[in-house]
């Protein structure tokens, strides 16, 4: 039996035919009621806009929980998830449609609303449930992308805000959810080892690298408005940014974390107009193989237009402006239609201040601190050694001190990052969340590339798909002296 105790609630899912909901939602509350950690009294509720009877949209919903889970869908539990289900049509904006809602809710201490339609309304909805008296004890989650720079992720938070405060409001970016992005904290806090060589003194640089296999995938529509500055560095890899480079936190709660992260993303040095073309790459690619099969480029996808000028690459330099980081570039590199999915951060430890080994081998002496979000997900330290041998003398080479999480905890399953944060809603543990002023500071950093991408008018840089991006991010970093790790 599981060790920790959730409250029970209605879970009332806006957008549950949509296909966050289908793919990633579902499942994860089914993991949950498998794992004990649905309370019986829980009920869900899953509302959307599509016209068709409850009986019709319930199967559906049962059948794609099939597909998405897999050959692991235990039936029992599935029986008895299916069974807290219940399906109801409303029209997001008519609050009369959310009295129904309020009915089904009834006497429920807790409601938690999951808003996985697009941001545009998540302010009606907050405003019809507080309408029919479901503000007082909800908690609100609102899915990524909130708005598309900082003004109007402002306006939606506001809009939120008039009938949920802070302390309920969970916006969700499900990197945070990762067991190996958690576990970020675990290894840089728990270790007094490292937390001694994290600053300038001793690191040299950082690389954060998340490449995707995948395009598109049928996409464009909502893709090709955002495109990989927003869709993916605003978010997920300034988190990890922020995870890497902060101070520690005086405990573990919610403020104390994000407190530290919000000082990191202040610190963040703006790029200038110059910059923009030394140390920032955007690319789109063009039509390339992907596992060995030809692959369309991003203009030839489905529904594409094919003028556009959305960046699906983007690799830059960030500077952090602090006594622990002056000095320290942070590059960051990420695409679609990658050659392989690998999220991975690399820390590159500066050489040893005074050198005595042959000047041949000068080059490979540093120690990396290699963590590999997934997959393969675990931490590899590559340290020198001496190669073994009478005939060697003091030749070194760099060997591995390797923790690889899934043959070390051989009979834990790694949760879905969603199943992990449906946890911590129901828990109330806002840690895993992020605050309004952390994505407005990430909206104001992005905001400035965005406005000299477009005052520049340039195009983004072509690579084929199945490479590892325009030939300038590969620049970007040599131009420092250095490459991207193992590339690859
Ligand atoms: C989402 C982006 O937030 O993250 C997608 O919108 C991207 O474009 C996805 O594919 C990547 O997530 P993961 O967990 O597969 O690395």
Redesign the pocket.
């Known amino acids: 039996m599981p060790s920790i105790t959730v409250e029970p609630c209605t879970f009332a899912l806006f957008g549950a035919l949509g296909d966050l909901a289908l793919r990633k939602l579902f499942p994860a509350l089914y993991q949950l009621d498998g794992a004990g950690l649905l309370h019986e009294d829980t009920r869900i509720i899953a509302l959307a806009r599509e016209p068709g009877s409850e009986q019709e949209h319930l199967a559906f919903i049962a059948s794609e929980l099939r597909r998405y889970v897999g050959a692991e869908l235990d039936e029992a539990v599935a029986e008895r998830f299916l069974a807290r289900l219940s399906y109801l049509h409303v029209d997001f904006l008519k609050a009369d449609d959310y009295v129904a809602l309020a009915e089904m809710a009834g006497s429920a201490q807790r409601v938690i609303a999951y808003f996985a339609t697009p941001a545009a309304v998540y302010g009606a909805i907050c405003e019809n449930l507080s309408k029919v008296g479901l503000a007082e004890n909800t908690r609100v989650v609102l899915e ?2 909130i708005g598309s720079d900082l003004e109007s992720s402002r306006k939606v938070n506001d809009a939120v805000a008039q009938f949920f405060p802070e302390n309920r409001t969970y916006r969700i ?3 945070l959810g ?1 067991e190996t992005v958690q576990n970020l904290i675990a290894l840089r806090f728990a270790n007094s080892l490292f937390e001694t060589q994290w600053n300038q003194n001793y690191i040299s640089h950082v690389e954060i690298t ?1 490449a ?1 296999k ?1 395009g598109i ?1 049928g ?1 464009w529509g ?2 090709d408005k ?1 495109g990989q500055l927003r ?2 560095i605003q ?2 890899l300034l988190q990890l940014l922020c995870l890497i480079a902060m101070d520690p936190p005086a405990d573990l709660s919610a403020d104390s974390i994000r407190d530290e992260k919000v000082k990191v993303l202040k610190a963040l040095a703006p790029i200038s107009p110059e910059g923009l073309t030394t140390q920032v790459v955007r690319g789109q690619y063009i039509a390339g193989y992907s596992e060995g099969k030809p692959v369309p480029g991003y203009l030839e996808e489905p529904n594409s237009n094919t003028q556009s000028d959305t960046e699906t690459f983007v690799a830059l330099r960030a500077d952090i402006r602090n006594w622990r980081w002056a000095g320290v570039p942070f590059y960051l590199r990420t695409g ?1 239609r990658m050659p392989q ?1 690998l ?1 991975q951060i690399v820390i590159h430890f500066k050489e040893p201040s005074h050198y005595i080994f042959a000047p041949e081998q000068r080059l490979q002496i540093s120690n990396k601190l290699i963590i590999r979000l ?1 997959p393969d997900e675990g931490i590899s330290l590559r340290v020198m050694t001496k190669e073994q041998g009478l005939d060697k003398g003091m030749q070194l080479r760099s060997g591995p001190l390797q923790l690889n999480f899934s043959d070390t905890w051989r009979s834990a399953r790694i949760p879905d ?1 969603y199943e992990r944060l449906l946890l911590e809603v129901m828990r109330g543990n806002q840690n895993l969340f992020v605050r309004k002023d952390e994505i407005e500071a990430a909206w104001k950093w992005c905001d400035q590339l965005i406005a000299g991408w477009k005052k520049s008018g340039d195009a983004p840089k072509p690579y084929a798909a199945g490479s590892w991006g325009p030939m300038s991010s590969i620049a970007l970093i040599t131009r420092d002296g250095r490459s991207w790790y193992g590339d690859i």
């Open positions: 990524k992308p970016d499900h990197y990762k998340v995707e995948v995938e996409r909502y893709f955002a869709d993916m978010n997920h679609k999915k999220s997934q990052a």
